[in-house]
Every structure is written in structure tokens, then in C-alpha cells.
């Protein structure tokens, strides 16, 4: 099971840190990532890590601005955001994946898990 957590309202240039707790079967974690989804629009790939290793992914409209981290012993993951923008207001979702897929990351499909969802909401 996924736990995200850490939205909220800030205003334009702030910043926010989002939680992703996993528990359960936690060992057969392969890649956590972080996925939105704007109003009227389709979920999409944001950040990624996998499970062993420190290299992140993200998409263009966020480097620099996000970084992603995680704390193995406690099986969380977080998601840092900066400079936030409007067009960052979104719910965000954390989610797994078991197992390599040659799409890598950004595959919605591929994820097997999925949190609740915490929504992001920036203010101009």
C-alpha cells in the first residue's frame, strides 16, 4: 500500500514536499514514482527513482525545480518542489512498479500500485 501525503495550497514561487510511505511487500519494489494529473487533462510522469541506486528521472517541465528522494529504511519516498508554477497545480500520485519494462519510467501502465493521490493547488 501507498500513502502519498504533503499537498496543499501555496502561492506561485513556493515550495512544497510531498510523502510517499510504502508498506506491505515493500521487497519486491522495483522504481517509485510520482505521476499529476491537471484538471481536464491526462495523468502524467513527473519524477522517478528506482528502488536501488540514487539516479532520478524527470520530465522537462520540472527539472530543476523537483528532486526526488528516498529514505530505505523507512520506505518513504519524497518528492521536493521549488519555484512552484500554476501550472503545476495538480493531484499527484505516487506508484510502483515490480519489475523492469524497456518503456522505463514514465509508463503509466507499467505501475502496479498507486497511492490516493494528495492534491497541489499553486496560486498566481
Known amino acids: 500500500q501507498l500513502q502519498a501525503s504533503g499537498g496543499g495550497l501555496v502561492q506561485a514561487g513556493g515550495s512544497v514536499r510531498l510523502s510517499c510511505a510504502a508498506s506491505?511487500?515493500?521487497?519486491?519494489?522495483?522504481?517509485m514514482s510520482w505521476f499529476r494529473q491537471a484538471p481536464g487533462k491526462d495523468r502524467e510522469f513527473v519524477a522517478g527513482m528506482y528502488w536501488t541506486g540514487n539516479s532520478a528521472y524527470y520530465t522537462d517541465s520540472v527539472k530543476g525545480r523537483l528532486t526526488i528522494s528516498r529514505k530505505n529504511a523507512e520506505n518513504t519516498q519524497y518528492l521536493q518542489m521549488n519555484s512552484l508554477k500554476p501550472e503545476d497545480t495538480a493531484i499527484y500520485y505516487c506508484a510502483t512498479k515490480r519489475r523492469f519494462t524497456p518503456s522505463g519510467l514514465a509508463q503509466e501502465s507499467s505501475y502496479m500500485a498507486w497511492g490516493q493521490g494528495t492534491q497541489v493547488t499553486v496560486s498566481s
Open positions: 506491505g511487500r515493500t521487497g519486491n519494489i522495483y522504481a
